[in-house]
């Protein structure tokens, strides 16, 4: 861990905290209500932003409905299709197996039959 090898001087550390400082936030009137309200936000009295129905609050208000939007199959990667081919011939050879043993015991039985 760094640590500093002399101490930070008063001058030097005021010089730092000159710009750290509260600012008064800027405000605006409604255009709607003429209400004071904090730039870029809706007005908290009538509900209205830029003149325009934003809140429940406001008696224009209309709520849109949010549209669910199909999602795009996850794009899979070469080690996933490998792994998947693999399964794939794994499972074909299982099935190979299990139809060479049915004709072998078919076989069988017919060769005890006769």
């Keep these: 861990m760094a640590v500093p090898k002399k101490r930070t001087g008063a001058s030097a550390q005021a010089k730092r905290r000159a710009n750290w ?3 008064k936030p800027t405000t605006t009137t409604c255009k709607n209500c003429g209400a004071t309200v904090l730039t870029h936000t809706v007005c908290t009295e009538c509900g209205y ?3 325009k129905p934003a ?3 406001s008696p224009d ?3 849109t409905p949010v549209l669910e939007e199909k999602k795009a ?3 899979t990667s070469r080690k996933a299709k490998k792994e998947e ?3 794939e011939e794994a499972a074909t ?3 190979a197996k299990a139809e060479e043993t049915t004709e072998a015991s078919a076989e069988t039985e017919e060769k005890t039959e006769e």
């Design 21 to 23: 400082k509260a600012i």
């Design 49 to 51: 932003y830029k003149g």
């Design 55 to 57: 809140s429940i609050k």
């Design 61 to 63: 208000y209309v709520e």
């Design 73 to 75: 199959p996850k794009k």
């Design 85 to 87: 081919v693999v399964v």
């Design 93 to 95: 050879e299982t099935e």
